[in-house]
Antibody, heavy 120, light 107 residues
Framework: QVQLQESGPGLVKPSETLSLTCTVSGVSITNYYWSWIRQPPGKGLEWIGYIYYTGSTNSNPSLKSRVTISMDAPTNQLSLRLSSVTAADTAVYYC??????????????WGQGSLVTVSS | SYELTQAPSVSVSSGQTAIITCSGDNLGDKYASWYQQRPGQSPLLIIYEDSKRPSGIPERFSGSISGNTATLTISGAQALDEADYYCQAWDSRQAVVFGGGTRLTVL
């Protein structure tokens, strides 16, 4: 079955770059859209951005200038980089496989999430 | 920017029907999806394309849309349905948008 596992540093200093990897198993990443979604402690979900296997990406307008999403087909991994982080970027970060159709786009498989704390 | 609005909390007696709503401009022209997030767990897709259930989602979960409001209905709510529920839609300009979430309490 499809499994996603986020990994990366749990602590990042302010102004530095947050980097996370999502390792996918059970399906090739070249067949779907993939999203990064985050959730600050005690708060709701916020979509960060997505990447398609063609390399096409799109990001939340509020984060676009700081977000880089990439994929590596040979290792079946996705990556997220978020630059110039502040305490407001402290959150659980999820990667998710996405399915889509005409007018709809949903995250139908999620990783367990990775807590990233921004603090000096 | 496009926004989806949900009530922060809803409570329902065990065995009764829970109704959770999500509203947004022109939501009726888009498709709504719903996610369940139990405490300490990742979100789970329970409804997509307004009313379709993924494989394995119980029939007591149903979705509908009327005008600018999408509705998630949980028939015969159980203690294990106590969770946060998020609506989500696709907006052509902002791509993926989530509602603020509704915490369901089963009494």
């Amino acid at each position: 079955q499809v499994q996603l596992q986020e990994s990366g540093p749990g602590l990042v200093k302010p102004s530095e770059t947050l980097s996370l990897t999502c390792t996918v198993s059970g399906v090739s990443i070249t067949n779907y859209y993939w999203s990064w979604i985050r959730q600050p402690p005690g708060k709701g979900l916020e979509w960060i951005g997505y990447i398609y296997y063609t390399g096409s990406t799109n990001s939340n307008p509020s984060l676009k200038s700081r977000v880089t999403i990439s994929m590596d087909a040979p290792t079946n991994q996705l990556s997220l980089r978020l630059s110039s982080v502040t305490a407001a970027d402290t959150a659980v970060y999820y990667c998710a496989r996405c399915s889509y159709g005409s007018g709809w786009y949903v995250a139908d498989h999620w990783g367990q999430g990775s807590l990233v704390t921004v603090s000096s | 920017s496009y926004e989806l609005t949900q009530a922060p909390s809803v409570s329902v007696s065990s065995g009764q029907t829970a109704i959770i709503t999500c509203s947004g401009d022109n939501l009726g022209d888009k498709y709504a999806s719903w996610y369940q997030q139990r405490p300490g767990q990742s979100p789970l897709l329970i409804i997509y394309e307004d009313s379709k259930r993924p494989s394995g989602i119980p029939e007591r979960f149903s979705g509908s849309i009327s005008g600018n409001t999408a509705t998630l209905t949980i028939s015969g709510a159980q203690a294990l349905d106590e969770a946060d529920y998020y609506c989500q839609a696709w907006d052509s300009r902002q791509a993926v948008v989530f509602g603020g979430g509704t915490r369901l309490t089963v009494l």
